[in-house]
């Protein structure tokens, strides 16, 4: 196979181009540009230079992805029966796909490449906006970034923001981070004689007409860390400093021991959140939620067992071991088989740390929930009742003895007959496909809900409950429940 020799046009017109990579130019008998839209090249153009340009691919294809496999796939191929020169703007191996895609292709042996230099835009680009970047810096391609790649604390350059479509997809995703105002810089041409430096506020940057492929974008950095509430990393920060040297009191004195009882409550509130469909409480009630496990972490960090890289390490790498019909070989059709091959794998990973198939089943701070587990659990070794008659017999059976532990039986004994009768319920509720857990939330919340109506009527009224008898106190009870109807 022959040479593929690959130049950088440099960041701007002629004169920053050096005497080497102008000669080889000059004197490249096959040259292919990927864009003719470039001052170095409309500057040769009037020696005498020809070239053939791909920007007619551009035109044929949406996605610029396609567009670069493209021209790689004919480089490959004019290669086979000749040396070639692709010039590309700017350096070579700066922010250039196409090259990469060369690289790739060498590395599997498809390919010869020889990379000459050129001048990248970035010290251009720096020495326009007075930065240094030291200070720290991304360089992202417009064409693909994501919003979680973005770093609010850094100057932040984004290239290949060719035009006004390009530009409102990088404005759509920058402003799910920064305020809609905050100003922009748009660099074009740096260090030539045609550089300029526009800055606009976000919102407008997609209005602004002069994107072309000599066009950067730049966003400085955010130092404010209340205006960098939207990273994570600022929630980790503030959650350190509450429990750092000058941190809260209350705060530096919590263990996972004492946050416990939290935890149960936000989950109970944003629960809560959920059956009102009440999107912005949702969003709180998470960001509590949230709190804890960031507490959690920064316990674990302090006391030098754990941190947040290992709990995010542990639920990715459990996420994608029990997908592998997302991430790996396997096929899943359907919910059932998804869950299926969930229980298949979890049963594989704790089959050798535990002796017991209930282990792992309890939870602490919720009977219900332990009893459900439990029940759920031996069910599938077909420890169950063969339909849910069997149920309700028990719970029949469970509730007799239990009245007449009532009668004659000791507090112990009375406590023992009870638990016998909850077990039955949770295993109806089992059968039926209902959340106990989530049945007492709501019939607690009922609860509240119609008795807080009762003590306001009380105040309406005679104003003490001393002053009502049982029965007209039921009477404002019933009065409630014909309300939420």
Sequence with gaps: MNEITIIGLGASDLDQLPLGIYKKLKAAEHLYVRTEQHPVLQELKSEGLSWTSFDAIYEENDQFETVYEEIVQTLLKLANETSVTYAVPGHPLVAEQTVQLLIEAERKGNANIRIEGGQSFLDPIFAALRIDPIEGFQLLDGTSFKRDDVQMGSHV????????????????????????????????????????????????????????????????????????????????????????????????EQTHATLKKYAVEEVYELLQAIDEEDDDHIVEELGDVLLQVFLHAQIGEDSGYFNMEDVLNSISDKMIRRHPHVFG?????????????????????????????????????????????????VAKVGFDWPDVSGAWDKFSEEL?????????????????????????????????????????????????????FIESSVKKGKGNFSDYNLEELDSFWNEAKKLER
């Design 329 to 377: 070989e396997d096929t899943a059709n359907s919910t059932e088989d998804v869950m299926r091959n969930w229980q298949q794998i979890k049963a594989e990973e704790k089959k050798s740390d535990e002796e017991s198939l209930l282990d792992g089943e309890m939870r602490s701070d919720s009977s219900l929930l332990t009893s459900f587990n439990y029940q759920k659990k």
């Design 157 to 252: 350059l984004i290239g290949q923001v060719y035009d006004a479509f390009s530009a409102s997809e990088v404005k759509l995703t920058l402003m799910e981070k920064y305020p809609d105002d905050y100003e922009v810089t748009i660099v074009t041409a740096a260090g030539s004689t045609q550089e300029k430096l526009t800055k606009v506020p976000l919102y407008e940057l997609d209005h602004v007409m002069e994107l072309d492929n000599l066009t950067t974008l730049y966003i400085p950095p955010i130092q404010e860390q209340e205006k960098r509430l939207k990273e994570w990393q600022t929630l980790r920060q503030i959650v350190a400093d509450l429990r750092g040297p000058n941190g809260c009191p209350w705060d530096k």
């Design 400 to 452: 007799a003895e239990w009245k007449e532990e009532l009668q004659s039986g000791t507090k112990d004994t009375q406590v023992d007959e009870l638990g016998d009768v909850l077990f039955t319920i949770v295993n109806l509720a089992r059968f039926y496909g209902i959340s106990p857990e989530q049945a007492m939330i709501q019939a607690n919340e009922k609860f509240k809900r119609r008795f807080q």
